[in-house]
Nanobody
Framework: QVQLVESGGGLVQAGGSLRLSCAASGRTFSNYAMAWFRQAPGKEREFVAGISWIGTSTYYADSVKGRFTISRDNAKNMVYLQMDSLKPEDPAIYYC????????????????WGQGTQLTVSS
């Protein structure tokens, strides 16, 4: 089992920045590729960004490429999502997720999930 706990969500103005954090515990963190997903009301959960086991490879949804940056610190069992140039379409609940496989973008391909953290963007 891997337990994931997100934090860092909140209210930010459009154009602003925010960093989300995800703390992992349980099995060996470096054995898992990590990702951030988001889900807005009435919409399906969508892939945002992913990172490989030791952080050498990152991949993004087109909607956030160039604005969001995913990173991880395996020594601290943490994964982060730096969100810059936030837009009115970015608000959602953001979830951290873990999988053993690499470069997966489907929510059903992830085995472990956090409870989510809310991002609100004011225009």
């Amino acid at each position: 089992q891997v337990q994931l706990v997100e934090s860092g969500g909140g209210l930010v103005q459009a154009g602003g920045s925010l960093r989300l954090s995800c703390a992992a515990s349980g099995r060996t963190f470096s054995n898992y590729a990590m990702a951030w997903f988001r889900q807005a009301p009435g919409k399906e959960r969508e892939f945002v960004a992913g990172i490989s086991w030791i952080g050498t490879s990152t991949y993004y949804a087109d909607s956030v490429k160039g604005r969001f940056t995913i990173s991880r610190d395996n020594a601290k069992n943490m994964v982060y999502l730096q969100m810059d140039s936030l837009k009115p379409e970015d608000p959602a609940i953001y979830y951290c997720a873990a999988t053993r496989a690499l470069r997966r973008r489907g929510a059903n391909e992830y085995d472990y999930w956090g409870q989510g953290t809310q991002l609100t963007v004011s225009s």
